[in-house]
């Protein structure tokens, strides 16, 4: 992509409203625009981020078995009714009526309607398990919305719902989900926790909390000091065989959310406590809503069962957040590879230069050519500017062409974590960039 | 992907509730469920063509120069207001108020909200032309839903808005998207004809519909006969030339929607009067929306241009259903191969069989590496329903893998749209199939 035509409105000065860093670099790199309160729309970064991030999201649950579905937005009040939960809800649930006057409301998560599919079509034992997910915009009319998208009424939520036969096969499921999880923060460079958390208002007896630890985070923590040196799991996973290992290695070290904080578990030396963002949330309801809502099986020896479920829910949008909370310094935002809007920033220092020109297309084509998706800023704007632009974007490399360098046949390539530069010849920094 | 492990819940008998072919089969292939009137979950293959179909324009609004941003699904009244359409919009509009009491609405259509992103960030003529789309569900409270997704209330468009100095460079943005309309429809194996329409509640003094001729559509359309010959546009198109050439080709020969048609601009033995469905429309409006919400830029010679804009939609979850009712036939879907949800299916018609389960797995293995997404089915099902299932929901190929075959060494290869079959040895197959 070249800068020139690219549309990327980056401010200089910080914009009051916004309270957190990731907030703040968010709207200053041009990422999000605010379009009502906690309501935003995504501009062309935000908007590939969100995208890669999504689709690692995808990659993990497919791998892990489960099967991509795409619920609507707006539901029936009717199967909230039928769940108990249409009063329960609150004020959080953006309730709305049709044209016919029929009660309708944009769903918060997704349980009923999952369940209705599930039980119109699967009967027999021999269907289950079955673990079937979604990534699709929610509504929660949260009464303060703040931090930008981190804590917005309108968000993109991953949630994964899985049916089994018995506690047994839920387990199993559970425990699919758990590993997919600790795989999928990994591959975006974040260590998410998981941390023994409260059911709240999707019920159940057994849930875990992913969380980053953060500063600005909403909610207390704690975790044994272990966690902190513990490496993330990076594995290749047979999710056919047995993970209960690999849960055990997560779970035996404590860490837990304030409401399910016991202090006679860690002692008292060992023991961190922080703040922290969650950014995905697993749960065991059990027969919760297939016993509301008559989600039944044949048994394989005669008879019916009501399934167990389990719902497994990833903050994708607030990831974006989350990852910049987890990766930033006071230039910018630092991308993790792999969520990286652009892999390579190109920044020709004198646009116009003959030379400069030259030696920067040559570069783009073959970055391009390679698949590193590089930017190329080809503004016609001071080299000051497009340094800080470059830096407030945070792509994870840059290659900086001027035209003094040129003239000993060098280029600067700089290592936006770091802040390393290192100069070499242009088919020296194409080696080391265009893998 | 196996089938014993995918969701595809197939019915053997016609559903009721279906009027037309596409809604039929796409409730019979397993593809969606109604979740109430007009709003309908997309099931594991209905998700996989949605997808497939929604890449397909994004690629092709890349490649003419759009970018890709994400609105969200629900806005503030203020800015209908202020265009004064939020009163005009009527009953389609699904209004919503919030728990603060604010006039919300989920939006039908962006133009209000891509223009207050505009006017927000873009200053100078040097910023402009400026394409900006998204894919996004969208809501319209029919009054009367039917047809299945291709008349729901909640589907998924994908809208761009171009945004130029003056009438000639919108114009340049106008002819873009028509001639990537006409490629986006092409790559799907439809032929969409551009017929001149009407702007309807959008508003504008240029418009062209693109239309799939189908006797269930919902209006009535006229054109040229020389049009069922013409041939739909593949070749490789350079957005930046002049695209003029290409775009009178296209709208010489007449064609033009009910609202437009006149009679005089066709000799009669030419002019064919039929039925057809709207996948696309774009829009030329000028000012209509700058003026209104004062998006304007610095000129370069000095003084400021209220931006022209145009705007144009596609209906992507509609041409599921657009391309079915295209292509079918009385056996079930005939997905054309860019579009297909798997590339090849793979039946084994014998599941138990050491020779059958040897032979499929040797192909599925082979098919998945290169590339050609196979499905196989290795349900414990009798032949002639793993049969009729794959042939309902369409797959291109299907190689069929028996028990007498394999004695002799073959496998049946078969062209779900031709019907031929023939046999030859899994090698044979593989070398066909394995591009």
């Known amino acids: 992509m070249r800068l020139s035509r690219y549309f990327l409105p980056t401010m ?4 009051k409203e916004a309270q957190v860093v990731s907030h703040r670099l968010m709207l200053r790199a041009g990422m999000i625009q605010q379009a009502s309160a906690g309501i935003y729309s995504w501009l062309p970064l935000g908007f590939n981020v969100l995208q890669k991030i999504e689709q690692i999201v995808r990659e993990e649950q497919n791998a892990a078995g489960a099967q991509e579905i795409l619920m609507p937005t707006i539901q029936s009040a009717d199967l909230w009714r039928d769940s108990g939960r249409y009063d329960d809800y609150g004020q959080e649930m953006l309730r709305i009526t049709d044209r016919h006057d029929r009660d309708m409301l944009y769903g918060p ?10 039980r119109t079509h699967v009967r027999s034992y021999r269907n289950v398990p079955l673990n079937l997910y979604h990534i699709q915009w929610k509504f929660r009319d949260e009464v303060r919305p703040r931090f930008g998208i981190m804590r917005g009424r309108e968000f993109l939520m991953k949630d994964a719902y899985s049916f089994d036969l018995d506690f047994e096969g839920a387990r199993r499921s559970y425990n699919q989900m758990f590993v997919a999880y600790l795989k999928t923060f990994a591959r975006m460079g974040l260590k998410a926790i998981p941390m023994v958390a409260d059911t709240g208002p999707i019920g159940g007896d057994m849930s875990h909390e992913f969380i980053i630890l953060a500063d600005i985070g909403e909610s207390e923590v704690y975790c044994h000091k272990d966690w902190l040196d513990l490496d993330v799991l990076t594995s ?17 070290i404590y860490a837990a959310t304030d409401e399910k904080h016991d202090p006679s578990l860690c002692p008292p030396e060992d023991l961190v406590s922080t703040r922290g963002i969650e950014v995905g949330q697993i749960f065991y ?9 008559g989600a039944k099986v044949s048994k394989p020896d005669g008879g019916e069962a009501v399934v167990h479920m389990g719902s497994y829910g990833i903050g994708v949008s607030r990831l974006v957040g989350g990852i910049i909370e987890a990766s930033h310094d006071e230039r910018g935002i630092i991308w993790p590879e792999p969520v990286a809007p652009f892999g390579v920033g190109v920044i020709n220092i004198r646009t116009g230069d003959e030379a400069c020109d030259a030696a ?5 084509a073959k970055l391009t050519t ?6 190329l800023d080809d503004r016609d704007e001071r080299p000051g500017s497009k340094m800080a632009d470059m830096d407030l974007i945070g792509l994870p490399w840059q290659i900086i ?12 390539v700089k290592n936006r974590k770091t802040g390393e530069t290192e100069e070499m010849t242009p088919e020296a920094a194409l080696n080391k960039l265009a893998r």
Chains 1, 2 share one sequence.
Request: hydrophobic share 30%; no cysteine.
């Open 12 to 15: 200089k000065d910080n914009p």
């Open 109 to 118: 998560t997704n349980e009923e309607q999952v369940t209705d599919i599930f």
């Open 236 to 252: 290749e996973i047979d999710y056919q065989g047995d993970l209960q290992p690999i849960v055990d290695k997560f779970t035996k």
């Open 285 to 293: 309801f059990g027969t919760k809503y297939s016993e509301a809502l």
């Open 360 to 364: 920067a297309e040559d570069l783009y």
């Open 370 to 375: 390679a698949g590193r998706e590089p930017l």
């Open 401 to 412: 062409i001027g035209p003094r360098g040129l003239k000993n046949g060098v280029v600067e």
